[in-house]
């Protein structure tokens, strides 16, 4: 089996952190490689850092697309890993192009920018991956699978959180790096902590009940002073099948790491999972609880999930693996495309769910600049 | 040191619970004893539980009163274990007559009612505490007090949750007398779920911290067919200094027991407890978590505190002793009215305090009616 | 239904603190009371601590058990809350006399005795439990139940332990009461931490799983200079179907309060528990845990434990309700001899269990003199 | 940079599973490569697997070896993951080449083996890394870390242990292969569960305190009917220092996955670490407990830890990373014998450690069939 070849765009920057972890998720199976890469901005910080990283450097990821289409090139998918308002460009550009796209989420930094991107996938059929690393837990995509079947019931209520720490002060004036471009609306866009990572605890609330929010009612803070843009969100929406959703994140909660989860009730059952302890599922349908781990050798996995899984139970997979699990998921579209055989991708995130996240967080904030008032999606 | 004597009135009835709770929590510490009751609605049953109980009976609470002021009767204070709508009129009765008063919650039927009450007892100056239990746990304590000193800077934001799931299904359709009960408007009031248990929810967003909610936007549900009172209920708030609560509680949640708590973010730290673990606290400051545990030997514990534990580590004190502690505040006040020497009692709530959560339960009512507008309190 | 009147020998000294203890127990359930006391083992002490207590004072306990006998007392039975060099001689009067006990372990100081007073409950048939408190717990009954009736199959191996810190440092040398008595070989027998902490491991193993002890080789340690006896205590067992048991206890894990519990390994499944989170039955049995809690209305508990619960699920019982419970058994032995209805008492250990822990201290303790070699018991 | 560049030996069959995990962990970080292996012991199997794996193969060990002597083939390390009894002689021949290894443990069959590979490596100056994958993990090289500078003061006791439940039945007589030849004396030694993972205990108790087992006395059992070696193992042991160590693995720990944790208590402190919950360390030193996470952001780890992590707190790193960072330590080992700048190796278990562990099992199994007589190391 041939390995897959993968081309980096962004991610190659000196602060940058997210390039890194791709190229982890990338290798970890030795199954793919990065062999290309329009690493940076600049067209000379591009070719430095591809030659760093001891791969193929373009100067832009358009001269890398020509070659790829010139066959000068082999390519199977591209990896976005540029700052929020620059996955846009490059990923309708490879869309265009024929190029499976794995993009960092937001999906862009406007609906609109969105919408276009999201139509240019479903017209073209090219496989597309929204980088959503916490659906590629094993745990979390057992949660799906298990409501999808019935096994709790119809959903009448969802919690789902990300509770951070690390912007409870005004890093941004100190110039960190990670601080400054997220507090700065021009990189950002309209919500900092609703977009960073209230789209985390948005695509918890309906990927995994498989629920859409019809509306939302908002309130949104900036307890540091000085900033602009949100660091705390808060969201009571409402299901499409008439539940409720309460979804919460904050950057103000000191000594809070990536504190994210989710708590689902249905009408037979409930479900609850935290990122932070991502090896386990907790369910409960009766007098006791029970708990789930993750474990290839597990027998209550669906085949769906199962394919993923790298080891027996008692070592966990985690960050890593998660997000390899969407490079997974990419890599079997594109074999599955081909013809090779290889087992059915499991259903993560596409352009479509990058585009209503999009929707969810301008709702938020528009209904939290009108005081709370019901916004529909 | 001569006990305290202590009267119930209701709790006595068969499928009651509560007063037996009570009974437990005033014998816990061998200095109070229960010695009479008018432990049910009607004369006849009231005698005979009093019978059963081993104490004097009366038919009904104001005679019990009455012999108390006729000096046939020698008692020291009075616990109102009656159903909600019962509260009210012996209560009142017992402070007009200068006779201190444990109340359980909510401590009225209605937000006039409990006006009424709140400024007898503010005229007449007689004890009067309300019998919200988690508030006797110590580390609920310990983050009350943490926070008034300043520990974890001023207050941002406050989640505060009570989840349960014993209502999920029509148990009231059964006869199940606590389900009837509850979800009966001419027994429970406007709200159920808000009423019974989003109080406890607010009074730890609201006392724990010592700030007031300014006003609501709230979602209520009735998830359970044929239910005209809510069994869900979702508040966010607005603290008066401007901080956010997010104050939710639910009956619904399939195979949760009494999972209660807070997480309460300041400028400076962020505390967290859970009444199903209520012996720990956690604090978080800096780059590593800290766990404080119950214990009479710990040094951590300031003198209002410790006065109220009974064991060293590792032993923990829960219910039956958070509601001791309750009934050890009022035995304080007592004592300390009459001149003995004894530790001064903690501030735990009173009619002041009861008041504020039948505006709060009363205000998200009416804010859930009109679709989520903000209500002021 | 009339009170049980209790009567108390020891427990009463300034530093004490299980008198106390004893006397919330007897009083939680509101159907006991005790009435009278011989606190200290001087005679105006005696008299001073009763009047402090409200109760009837006695010089000594023979005193006492004389008044008793003579009609001038009404008792039910006594606690025997004395240092443990002084639990022989009047567990003994009292059984002589026909008065039931309920005894603080350790039973006795030595073996000899502990078989005298296990003979004579023998032959008296009189009621004699052991206050091995954490027995109590309605989830350490439930692992003996779920033993005795199978559920995890044939028992091949137990680990059970008790972890301490407080010991860690010289604490006697400045003279704490608690410190001082543990470690003065005149008043705690041969062996501290094994005596002291060590009884209760051996208590998990055996009575838990209904299995005696063959023969331990053990290896005691004494890590604070200046102690003769042990702060450490390490056995390896073999139990009597040939199962292996592993009985840890330790004076000097800075920062551990009480941490004691088990993991019981059969054919069929595991069992776990600890003391710190007793609420709590962790099961393994197939490929997802199974976590059961405390709650009067699980109908997984059979009658035999149910009828000792007194909150539904979510609200913990804890220490002092564990004790209640051993209390709650002597009244049930006393209220069936004398033909009142009540439900069956639970198997809690009684002489005979606190021979067999003697035993198995000696045998520990000879043991680790002879460098390990295997001792029978 | 240029990527390290990896042979394989072993590791390639078809229900080998350890081949695979070695490949993740080489390919983690994008520095390294795995390029050649003699993957099976047939030379056609062996062939064949490379294909499959995509990279250069080699009949067998030997000619792959003498291909890198030559120059034909450029080697950096290789990693050695055949069966137990087959980690020998490759191992030496690499040794004697001058190529550095990582070894899967146990280090040999025998303890003669060890001794003469150790002095090979010794003698050789060549690196030789043991794949003792939790020394690994970030929080357990902090906890060794710790305890070097002194921060808990004077080992007295250390309690290490490894808990599974894969071969609580008679899985062996169904054909499993893992279990068939862990179970067979001519393929896994002289001991199955000791040697499989009674070794992890060892090391954890031994490398993280830094302190050897002089003596050790031991209860091996086969609770399993028909196995001829230990499924269970306990040991006791003397540090040098004088300390207790309780040393116990089991396999029939049914529901137990790979429970495998230390308790280390000191003079003036304790740590505990569970490899099921490898992100945490817990450090108690006073009245609370502090809890610290893995995270590349926090301060409180020293340069020596915190250059291999990969990630900021919140995220985990767990079983690929751990052994992800021995191949990291081989890799600094590599790179600066070579002069290349690079942080510092960790000093992770090598030939001398492996060689104990050796010891350590030959004797406890010495010391079981002597019903638990001490035995030297």
């Not at 793919?32 to 450097?57: C, F, H, K, P």
């Not at 249905?266 to 609850?272: A, D, F, N, V, Y």
């Not at 386990?280 to 781990?293: I, M, P």
């Not at 579209?333 to 081909?338: E, N, S």
């Amino acid at each position: 089996m041939q390995k897959l070849k993968v081309a980096m765009i962004g991610g190659g920057g000196e602060g940058a952190f997210f390039g890194k972890v791709h190229l982890r998720a990338v290798c970890i199976d030795g199954t793919r490689e990065v062999v290309a890469g329009a690493l940076r901005s600049s067209a000379q910080g591009s070719m430095d850092a591809a030659a760093q990283w001891g791969i193929q450097g373009y100067p832009d990821y358009q001269s890398m697309i020509d070659a790829w289409k010139n066959g000068d090139l082999q390519l199977d998918y591209a990896v976005i890993a540029t700052p929020n308002h620059a996955h846009f460009a490059p990923a309708l550009a490879c869309i265009k192009a024929g190029l499976p796209v794995l993009c960092e989420k937001p999906i862009t930094l406007t609906v609109d920018e969105a919408e276009i991107l999201a139509e240019a996938v479903q017209a073209s059929q090219v496989p597309f991956v929204l980088a959503h690393t916490y659906t590629g837990h094993p745990m979390m995509m057992l949660a799906k699978e298990m409501i999808r079947r019935g096994d709790i019931g119809e959903i009448r209520k969802v919690e789902a959180w990300y509770n951070q720490g690390w912007l409870a002060t005004d890093l941004e004036a100190d110039g960190q790096q990670q601080a400054a471009w997220r507090t700065d609306p021009s990189k950002t866009g309209i919500s900092n902590c609703g977009g960073d990572i209230g789209t985390h605890a948005f695509i918890a609330a309906t990927w995994v009940t498989g629920l859409g929010l019809k509306r939302v009612s908002a309130r949104l803070n900036a307890f540091v002073e000085g900033r602009s843009l949100d660091d705390d969100f808060n969201v009571i929406g409402e299901l499409e099948n008439g539940g409720t959703a309460i979804i919460t994140a904050t950057q103000i909660a000191i000594g809070y790491r990536n504190d994210s989860g989710f708590r689902i009730y249905g009408s037979k059952g409930s479900l609850e999972w935290q990122q932070e302890e991502s090896e386990k599922l907790l369910v409960k349908r009766g007098e006791h609880d029970e708990t789930y781990f993750i474990g290839a050798n597990f027998t209550f996995f669906p085949d769906s999930i199962a394919s993923y899984l790298r080891v027996p139970a008692g070592h966990n997979e985690d960050f890593f693996e998660a997000l390899g699990n969407l490079h997974c998921t990419m890599e079997r579209h594109i074999r599955i495309r081909r013809g090779e055989t290889c087992p059915a991708p499991f259903e993560h995130p596409g352009a479509k769910e990058g585009l209503a996240g999009m929707q969810f967080v301008k709702a938020a904030v528009e209904s939290s600049a009108r005081d709370g008032a019901w916004v529909s999606l």
